[in-house]
């Protein structure tokens, strides 16, 4: 194995997309092998690449990684992006996780079937703006990172996050200034300006030609 960062995984957003940004964040860089196929997922079943039998995988430092969440703390950490102590690192974890949260939602009302998607768009909407935002907006309202006094990767999965909601809902951050001010303090960081230029590694929201390779017999869930 060389000393290659390489992900393995479908050419769009899914469990990938946050370990893509912590490594762009962390100024990572790293070369992609897009699953199109069943044959190459049996192919790194077959070699034992994949311990659970799915990915996101991520070679990096001599090791096959699999698990979404595992690979992302393993980043963070290596990365001085996972707070400095336990009580930081719950704290990381749980917005973290309410990022992802807002995340998954989106996801998969985009891939549920057209009739159900406005209603369900909708739920997710009010879910963001009455139970997720306003935690997010009252943290960041007394300090410039949401745990801390450095960025972790819950700023950078909230980022994340915060431009989903905003590319499915485009006002939905008007009410909340301080997350207003955060994505533009976000944006200011040069590894993520760069990120954001259009032709980087970063992903698209999920259109229908992947919807329909997702729903394909023969290739793998996406979710
Ligand atoms: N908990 C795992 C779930 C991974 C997962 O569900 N991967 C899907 C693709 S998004 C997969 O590999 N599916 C193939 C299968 O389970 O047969 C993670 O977060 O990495």
């Known amino acids: 194995?060389?000393?290659?960062?390489?992900?393995y995984y479908f050419d769009g957003r899914g469990?990938?997309?946050?370990?893509?940004?912590?490594?762009?964040?962390?100024?990572?860089?790293?070369?992609?092998?897009?699953?199109?196929?069943?044959?190459?997922?049996?192919?790194?079943?077959?070699?034992?690449a994949l311990l659970f039998h799915q990915v996101p995988m991520v070679?990096?430092?001599?090791?096959?990684?699999?698990?979404?969440?595992a690979i992302m703390n393993y980043i963070a950490g290596k990365y001085n992006l996972y707070?400095?102590?336990?009580?930081?690192?719950?704290m990381i974890d749980m917005y973290a996780e309410?990022?992802?949260?807002?995340?998954?939602?989106i996801s998969m009302v985009l891939f549920t079937s057209p009739d159900n998607k406005k209603d369900e768009l909708e739920k997710v909407q009010v879910k963001a703006k009455v139970r997720t935002l306003p935690a997010f907006e009252k943290a960041l309202g007394a300090s410039q990172f949401l745990v801390g006094n450095q960025l972790s990767c819950a700023d950078v999965n909230f980022f994340e996050a915060s431009l989903m909601l905003?590319?499915?809902?485009?006002?939905?951050?008007?009410?909340?200034?301080?997350?207003?001010?955060?994505?533009?303090?976000?944006?200011?960081?040069?590894?993520i300006s760069k990120f954001l230029q259009p032709g980087s590694q970063r992903k698209p929201l999920p259109d229908d030609a992947l919807r329909k390779t997702a729903k394909e017999p023969t290739s793998l869930t996406l979710t």
């Open 1 to 7: 194995m060389s000393g290659k960062v390489v992900l």
């Open 15 to 48: 469990k990938m997309e946050s370990i893509r940004w912590l490594l762009a964040v962390a100024g990572v860089e790293f070369e992609e092998v897009f699953l199109t196929t069943r044959a190459q997922y049996e192919k790194l079943v077959n070699d034992g």
């Open 59 to 69: 070679e990096m430092d001599g090791m096959k990684l699999v698990q979404s969440k």
């Open 83 to 90: 707070g400095k102590d336990p009580k930081e690192r719950v």
């Open 98 to 105: 309410a990022a992802r949260d807002i995340m998954d939602m």
């Open 166 to 191: 905003e590319e499915v809902f485009p006002t939905i951050l008007s009410s909340f200034p301080n997350i207003q001010a955060f994505q533009k303090r976000m944006k200011a960081i040069p590894a």
